[in-house]
């Protein structure tokens, strides 16, 4: 069907919208960074993993990156590649079907490595052998998000280094971004370079991980060109290796749900609306973040008790006591069954909803560039009854 992508007004019910345009965009945006600066940059399933728009992203990307036995999977069986794999800990029970399906396998620790590295050759004689490094440097300003975090149990850190790496280790990972710009990049290579380079002449490629934000409009993609085209010039031999995620699915499209009810206590009024927050926008309470609602203000550091007109908190229908955010200023009255269009939403928000309190679980579409609204996933009663069985 045709649709208004301003106010979706003809959606009553809710919906993650993935807007084609958009996704293209990003898309050809990241393709040409790649292309300049003589990188690779591949798709982290953690952040994005719809595989129904694989076919656009085939058009741009030729890989992905895998956590998991499911997202190697993914990548194996619906993006068409092995992946770029790695693991906090691989298992005994997974590490044959992971090889298979991986081009590169990252280790996390010495042990791990020095526990499957034969067995994961074996099932796949092609496959490219990694560790990852843990330079102790990250400006990540959420605990929860940070890698290097004192304690952290990601990576090797340069001490605990041999100086002469394991014959089959051809490369290094090192993940310590979080929706950061280049300048960020710039100053954790640095710390990298200054730990780790002397093991470089060992390598033949290196993975500088997610959390580059280049499709962010204030992201200085000057800057990260130059650097990687520098650091290839340092390290010709070396393969450069990116896997954002969240840039990727940057702004690609909304959330959009109804209001089904307002309340009101000690002068703050809640609109209540068919989704929640904890189920459906986790990262908004995790990270946490306020997300932006169109056609509304953004209060921040807002005094309850002056909410003034048409002012909201915005409460999700489960019933978590803390399902809820605000506060929004709105150009009017809300209605039962208006739209609230909470931009933004497809990034990670996609891949970490859940079927808590069994509450109805947003449809997925794709808005194509000639204006038509595509269904790709309904969910029904026995998504959520079959998570038990």
């Not at 609602?293 to 999700?316: F, W």
């Not at 808005?367 to 790709?376: F, K």
Request: hydrophobic fraction near 35%.
């Amino acid at each position: 069907m045709a649709t208004d992508n301003l106010s979706f007004g003809e959606i009553h019910t809710p919906m993650y919208i993935i807007e084609e345009e958009r996704l293209r965009q990003n898309l050809a945006l990241i393709s040409q960074v790649a292309k300049e600066a003589g990188v690779e940059v591949i798709l982290a399933f953690k952040a994005f993993a719809l595989w129904k728009t694989f076919p656009i992203f085939r058009e741009y990307i030729h890989a992905t990156t895998a956590s998991s036995l499911y997202e190697a999977r993914l990548a194996y069986e619906e993006f068409g590649n092995k992946a770029h794999t790695y693991s906090p800990a691989y298992t005994d029970y997974e590490i044959r079907d992971m090889a298979k399906m991986s081009s590169h396998l990252t280790f996390n620790s010495l042990s791990q490595y020095q526990r499957y590295h034969e067995l994961a050759r074996q099932e796949n004689q092609g496959l490219s052998l990694g560790i990852r490094i843990n330079p102790e440097y990250s400006e990540v300003g959420t605990a929860l998000y940070n890698p290097c975090a004192p304690g952290t149990r990601f990576g090797i850190t340069h001490d605990k280094l041999p100086e002469v790496l394991p014959s089959d280790i051809a490369g290094f990972h090192c993940h310590c971004h979080c929706e950061s710009g280049s300048d960020v990049f710039e100053r954790t290579l640095a710390h990298i370079e200054t730990k780790f380079s002397r093991w470089f002449p060992q390598l033949k490629w290196i993975n500088f991980g997610g959390g580059h934000l280049m499709t962010r409009r204030d992201y200085d993609i000057p800057r990260l060109i130059r650097m990687m085209r520098e650091f290839r010039q340092r390290y010709p031999w070396l393969q450069v290796i990116l896997e954002p995620g969240s840039a990727f699915g940057w702004q690609t499209g909304p959330l959009v749900a109804q209001v089904v009810d307002v309340v009101e206590d000690k002068g703050i009024r809640t609109a209540i609306v068919n989704v929640s927050f904890t189920c459906h926008m986790p990262d908004c309470l995790e990270m946490p973040y306020m997300p932006e609602i169109r056609g509304a203000e953004v209060l921040e550091g807002h005094d309850v008790c002056q909410t003034g007109e048409h002012v909201y908190r915005i409460g999700g229908n489960s019933c978590l006591s803390g399902d809820f955010m605000g506060f929004w200023r709105f150009g009017h009255e809300l209605q039962i069954g208006e739209n609230i269009i909470f931009e933004d939403m497809l990034h990670y928000t996609t891949v970490k909803t859940n079927m808590f309190n069994g509450i109805s679980h947003p449809a997925i579409a794709l808005l194509h560039l000639d204006g038509t609204l595509e269904s790709l996933r309904t969910f029904r009663y026995e998504d959520y009854r079959d998570r038990m069985d």
